[in-house]
């Protein structure tokens, strides 16, 4: 079997001085908010273009803390609208819930998956105080139309950049573009640690002051509270992972995006469309989406043959259980999205070899058996 994804493959590539930063925390002593996080706040804030940015335990803290930092700077308030996009993985929009903030979700573009900007302009209404774009797949938002809008209205943009670390436009990355924007290092994504992990990158002093006392309890100072905060901290063992394998992500995309090259080069078959790229640059292919209308059948047939695929993501925010107050709703760009999606295998680590095989099988795909 052709795994979806090989982790263990993927860390194996770096394992001598992964165990070596791992044994010099547990020498050191010191576990939590010490130099190795530091040292990955500086290495990442300087990777993205910006200030600063700000360790959490994972990405949809990423999310929420800023969010509630937006609500204690007094720049959000209870009952605010937040437009998201109406397909992006349930933790965009569970941050939004989370702070008592009301979303509203807007329909991508079918082609780019990613919210389309004149959905944007038609939902905003008074009450409308900040978007959340997500750069889903690993291809940025069009970030340039949706800081316009927030420009012309006056509204905060909280990038979610969970599947789009190193994606660039212009020259600008991913996390340089709104006002925050969110990071999760869960060992899946195209920055992994070996557990949970997630950063806030900002260019804002005051945010940024906000997220590391709500991080750390509300406290800016030992012992002294000036929020009610929680306790979202990046272990050192994690941070000092992610300091090791940094330095190769852009070596990792690159990989990432030869696979891409070769499936859109290579895969031609009259039931299967195409992911589009906007630019090189913005797309990392944190995966590779094909639409399918048979999906199903394509998915069987694709493990039939030893592939392993997924589905980003079988169940669309508003049908979920977890929203049953939107299950009545229609997204129907949305919901013909999680029903055609298909993630074929991609990474750093899968072979072109392995390539050619899936393109073969792909290609011999007949929807009509
Ligand atoms: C993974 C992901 C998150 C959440 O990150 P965790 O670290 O798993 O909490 C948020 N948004 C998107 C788009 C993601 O893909």
Redesign the pocket.
């Known amino acids: 079997m052709i795994p979806f994804l090989d982790l263990k493959a993927i860390n194996a590539q770096y394992r001598s001085e992964l165990v070596e930063a791992c044994t010099r925390v547990i020498d050191s002593g010191w576990y939590i908010c010490g130099s190795e996080l530091d040292q990955f706040e500086t290495n990442f804030a300087k990777y993205c273009g910006t200030k600063y940015a700000i360790g959490v335990a ?3 803290d990423a ?1 929420i803390l800023t969010l509630r930092a937006w609500k204690e700077l007094g720049k959000l308030k209870e009952g605010d609208e937040v437009i998201v996009p109406s397909n ?2 349930i ?2 929009i569970l941050a939004i819930t989370a702070n008592n903030l009301e979303p509203i979700l807007v329909e991508p573009n079918i082609n780019s998956f990613n919210i389309d900007p004149n959905n944007i302009k038609d939902a905003i209404t008074d009450k409308t105080r900040a978007i959340l774009p ?1 750069h ?1 797949y690993g291809q940025l938002a069009d970030m340039p139309a949706i800081m316009q809008i927030a420009k012309d209205n006056n509204l905060l943009v909280l990038e ?1 950049s ?2 789009a670390h190193g994606a660039s436009y212009d020259s600008k990355m991913a996390g340089n573009w709104g006002d925050a924007s969110a990071f ?1 290092f ?1 060992p899946g ?1 195209n920055l992994g640690a070996l557990g ?1 992990a ?1 950063a806030i990158t900002t260019n804002d002093d005051e945010l940024a002051k906000t997220l590391r006392a709500l991080r750390n309890y509300g406290s800016h100072e030992k012992y002294k509270n000036l929020f009610s905060g929680v306790n979202s901290r990046l272990d050192e063992i994690q941070a000092a992972m992610l300091n090791i394998k940094l330095p190769h992500l852009d070596e990792e995309v690159i990989c990432r995006r030869k696979v891409a090259e070769a499936y859109l080069d290579g895969i031609n078959n009259s039931a299967i469309i195409l992911p589009t790229v906007e630019n090189e640059s913005s797309h990392v292919w944190h995966v590779f989406v094909v639409r399918c209308k048979q999906r199903d059948s394509l998915q069987n047939y694709l493990a039939n043959n030893g592939v392993q695929t997924l589905i980003h993501y079988p169940i669309p925010p508003h049908k979920q259980q977890a929203y049953h107050e939107w299950n009545d709703q229609s997204y129907p760009i949305s919901e013909k999205i999680h029903a055609e999606v298909l993630s074929l295998p991609i990474g750093p680590t899968l072979s072109m070899s392995d390539v050619k095989k899936i393109i073969r099988i792909v290609n011999n795909f007949d929807f009509n058996v």
């Open positions: 994972n990405g949809l999310l992006t993985y933790a965009s997500v889903l979610d969970a599947q999760s869960y994504k949970d997630g």
